[in-house]
Structure formats: structure tokens, C-alpha cells
């Protein structure tokens, strides 16, 4: 087929209860959207998958769960209070809040990194740059705008302003030490996590590619400072390897390699995974080698020290961190992308097919009995209690067999198995592969142990 739009997505993914605009009986609510209960079982997947490669079948990484808000102090430590801002602007006439540095960029194809805001609001003035919502060249001047959410704490004081993390790494600088004191860990090893974070981004878009609220799964890999460029190599080909994983096609993805003047205050080497989405090439994981910065600012900030014993030189060192990041709401839309297929049957009929690897699949088999009676929805709910062991399943009885089938393709079910008349004289049933459409006949008996095989080893 040709390339899919991001509009086709969009409509597939609220058609077949995947994904909905949030809060829409109120007329929506920009950059909101509800994981629906295949979109759901999709993310779930995708997550428990990574938890399981990442952490529980490695020794050396162990997995924390923080708060989302953290102690305000950590945030100055970071850099975040000070340093993670936007570059915004107004429109006069349709008071449409923009990123001015974007805005420069795109009418004028120049770059904008490291411009100070007084700058770009000259280049705006000179060069006549547009509202992209009404046409109009009049906005305010350029301003810092930060992008976590405050919230206010109940206490008084200072510190009765409070963040929204907007990232999940932190927490794994703020428990380092906890985790060294109880889980004997020796370099290197990795902290795990999976959560939300918040950014109050003001362009954000293309669905939930861009959210305000978002989920990572990321790692901060503790190691010796010697060894981080071999270390960093070892997360590239972990991180390639999970690709492949996923399903994702392997001439969709690409590594952009930061340039050293565009790298961030506390990265000495970054690597995107970017992958060709339908509206362009963007960033869907990041690889950073952090250095000591995070630790070094933490012991700075709290007066704790941070140092651990190094059995080879006997001395108390402060571990330098490679940083591998996974967004799972880009994950969801790449894994969507990338699957979807419109195919043009032999018998000239057309069908719409999700081809998401089995382990992602949000539903693993549907049980279908060929008919609403002569005693097969009874034997089909006998099969369906034995394949609930590879997860959500489905039993439907609903139309016929054809629509059934289609309908189980285009959300991405690896497989279907009938129940016929046979079924109840020969105890087998017919099992259906998604994306070939062959069918073979299986006895009962086997078909936990066949289907394990064929689709979820």
C-alpha cells in the first residue's frame, strides 16, 4: 500500500477503540487523548515486554516506582527551574500562544539554536513572519516560558511550590544511594523505571506522538567512567535489537548523532532512534552518555555525598550514567504506523490489517464458533478457558464468519480459531493465521501447545 496518513491513523485508531480524543463530550481538550480497551492492552504489552528484557532477565538492573512530585530542590539541581523553557510568543489578533524559535525555523529555514529571545523577536519583525493560525505578522516580544506544571502544596513557605516531573529520571539519581545500601549492586548496574512525566509544552501535536502528559520507560546505567564508550555501544545494539523486537522495519529507523554544539548541558554524547513517521522523521527513543553531572549536582544541592567504594582502586568514586530512553506513547504510534495495511484481495475484496507482532497483539486469539447454535458456542467456550493462558482473548459470535475474521485482522489478533460441526465429532478446530489467511486443522487437545509455538514462544 501507499503511505499511510497520519489522518487515516487518527481515524482507525478512534474507529477500532484504540485511541479517543480526551474529554470530547465537552468539545475536547487540546493535546488529551484516552487509551481505548485495545489501545490499552497495546501500551500494556508494550511495557511489560520491555520490563521483562530490560529488568527482570538482566542481573544487573533493578526497577523503582517513584512519586511524580518530587522534592522542589531536585528541579533546581537539574537545571530544570532554570534552563528548561520555551522560547513563546502571542499573536496580537488571534492570541494563539506559539513557539517562536519554530515559528523562525520553519517560514524562514534557518536554525535557531542558541538564538537569545531578542534576537528571534528581530528576526520576526524584519522578516515578516506570519501566524500560521490567522495571518497576521503583529505578536508580543519573545519570552521564556517554563515548561513544568506547578502545582501548590498544602504547607507554607518556599517549598509550598511544587513540579510535575517532567522527566522520570530524577527519582533514580534521588534513590541511588538507597539502592546501593540495600540490593548489594556493583558497577555497573541500572536503575529501571516506567511513569508518567509533564510538559507544558506550548506547540505540542501529531496526535499522541506529542502529549502533555506521556509515559517513559528509561534507565539510568551506572558505570566507571573509563568504560563508557564500550558501555554506550552495548546499549546501541540493545536498544537496535529491541526494534526488531517490536516489528518496527528496520528501513523506517535511523540514529541521528547530536552534534557536540547541540548537545545537552549534561550529555557528552546523545544518539537518537528516530523513526519515519507519516509526518516526518522524529525522535522515538534517545541514548545519552550523562557523565557524573547528575550525581555531582544532587550531592552539590542536598550535602549528601554519593560516592560508592571501588573495589579496584579502593577508593570512593561517583559513577558516571549512560541513559537509554523509551517513550511508550511513541512507541504505541509507531508500532500502529507501522503495522497498518489496506490489502486488495485475490477475490477483489479489500481488507484492512494490523500486522502487530504476537507479544504486542492486544488481542492474542479470538475464538469464533461457526454458528449461534447446535451446541458449538458451548464447545467454543471450552477452547476459549484454554487459550486465556496467552492473555486477553476474545469470543465472538457476532456476524458472519468472514466479517468476524476481518474485523479480528484490522485490530491485529495473530490468530482465530473455529469452532465447527466437526469440532464436536473429531475435537479439532481450524486455526486461522492473520497475516497469510492459511488455516489448518488442529485437534483440541494440542492447540495451547501448537499455538505457543507457532506464535508465542
Known sequence: ????????????????????????????????????????????NIKDLWWRIFVQERRDIVGIDSDII????????????????????????????????????????????GLADVDITKLM???KIKCPKCGSMEFTDVRKFNLMFQTQMAKTGEEGTAYLRP?????MFLEFKNIVDTMRVKLP???????????????????????????????????????????????????????TLIGLSSAK???????????????????????????????????????????SQHEKFSGETLRIHDEASGEKILPHVIEPTWGVDRTVLAVLCDGYREEKLEDDTDRVVMQIVPVLAPVKVAVLPLLKKDGLPEKAQEVFNRVTVFGNCEYDESGSIGKRYRRQDEIGT???VTVDHDSLTDDSVTIRDRDTMKQERVKIELLVSVLKKKYFV
Open 414 to 416: 495473530p490468530v482465530c
Open 70 to 113: 518530587l522534592h522542589p530542590r531536585t528541579w533546581e539541581a537539574s537545571g530544570h527551574v532554570a534552563g528548561f523553557n520555551d522560547q513563546m510568543v502571542d499573536c496580537k489578533k488571534c492570541r494563539a500562544r506559539l513557539r517562536a524559535d519554530h515559528l523562525v525555523e520553519e517560514q524562514l529555514k534557518i536554525e535557531c539554536e
Open 167 to 171: 522527566e522520570t529520571a530524577q527519582a
Open 189 to 243: 548496574f541500572g536503575i529501571a523505571q516506567i511513569g508518567r512525566a509533564f510538559r507544558n509544552e506550548i506547540t505540542p501535536g501529531n496526535f499522541i506522538f506529542r502529549r502533555l502528559e506521556f509515559e517513559q520507560m528509561e534507565i539510568e546505567y551506572f558505570i566507571e567512567e573509563k568504560d563508557w564508550e564500550k558501555i554506550f555501544i552495548q546499549w546501541q545494539t540493545s536498544m537496535k535489537n529491541w526494534l
Open 125 to 127: 519583525k524584519e522578516n
Open 253 to 295: 529507523c535511523h540514529n541521528y548523532e547530536h552534534p557536540k554544539e547541540k548537545l545537552s548541558h549534561y550529555s557528552k554524547r546523545t544518539v537518537d532512534i528516530e523513526y519515519d513517521f507519516p509526518f516526518g522523521r522524529k525522535e522515538l527513543y534517545g541514548l545519552a552518555y550523562r557523565t557524573d553531572f547528575d550525581l
Open 1 to 44: 500500500m501507499e503511505k499511510v496518513s497520519m489522518d487515516t491513523i487518527v481515524s482507525f485508531c478512534k474507529r477500532r477503540g484504540f485511541a479517543y480524543p480526551g474529554s470530547a463530550i465537552y468539545g475536547g481538550f487540546a493535546n488529551s487523548y484516552t487509551y481505548g480497551p485495545y489501545g490499552v492492552e497495546l501500551k500494556k
